[in-house]
């Protein structure tokens, strides 16, 4: 009996080495609809995560592949365990999703144009009053957002900008982009004649 006194403390004190797990999300508070995503965690100590959405899908798995199809008010239950599901921790996240539209137009450089028109998949932009110099501090502007809601669809699409002098309009340059893979923002378009253009996007409210 008195041997296994020792080893019973012994026990005790390999169990209390054993880390707890940390579960963990740092996600921005919108996650963009209508694409594939591929969301992780920054949990720490675990030996595998469970996800619960509030959409009543789950997964036990470390990296979830998702395409949320509509815009929604939603949360997730991540729960990380270790030692044999012994030990747990889970955190609660709640989040949006939303699709990507284009917010403004923004121009920089010498303009000799009367106007100056964005078109894209979805519509043409066009702003008036565009002779001018205008800067990184006061730059020209096309608004879109949120009179017109332009959806940035996960396509290939192309992106092109147009002058209008003397009652015609001139091509100023197009680029084509894949928006499946392309995230950035602003999305930058550089002129044949030196304007460059910057067109953002926003999520909804």
Same mark, same amino acid.
């Given at each position: ?77 991540? =729960? ?6 012994? %030990? /747990? $921790?889970?955190?609660? @996240?709640?989040? +949006? ?50 009179? =017109? ?6 396509? %290939? /699409? $192309?992106?092109?900008? @147009?002058?209008? +002098? ?40």
């Amino acid at each position: 009996m008195q041997r296994a006194i020792p080893i019973l403390l012994l026990l005790l004190v390999l169990v209390s080495c054993e880390p707890q797990p940390k579960a963990c999300l740092d996600w921005e508070d919108t996650i963009e609809a209508g694409t594939q995503l591929h969301l992780e965690s920054c949990s720490e100590d675990y030996d595998f995560l469970t996800w619960e959405f509030s959409d009543d899908i789950g997964y036990l798995s470390e990296v979830v592949p998702r395409i949320f199809e509509d815009e929604e008010n939603m949360s997730v239950k991540l =729960t990380a365990y270790s030692d044999g599901a012994y %030990r /747990s $921790d889970e955190v609660i @996240f709640p989040f +949006k999703t939303s699709f990507r539209y284009i917010d403004r137009m923004e121009v920089v450089g010498e303009s000799n144009y009367s106007a100056l028109e964005l078109r894209m998949s979805g519509g043409a932009f066009l702003g008036g009053d565009a002779k001018g110099t205008f800067t990184e501090s006061a730059p020209y502007f096309v608004y879109v957002w949120p009179e =017109t809601k332009v959806v940035i669809e996960s396509k %290939r /699409s $192309d992106i092109a900008v @147009f002058g209008y +002098k003397n009652g015609s309009d001139i091509s100023l340059g197009s680029k084509t982009i894949n928006f499946e893979t392309y995230k950035e923002n602003p999305m930058v378009l550089e002129t044949t004649d030196g304007l460059s253009v910057k067109v953002y996007w926003t999520y909804r409210d």
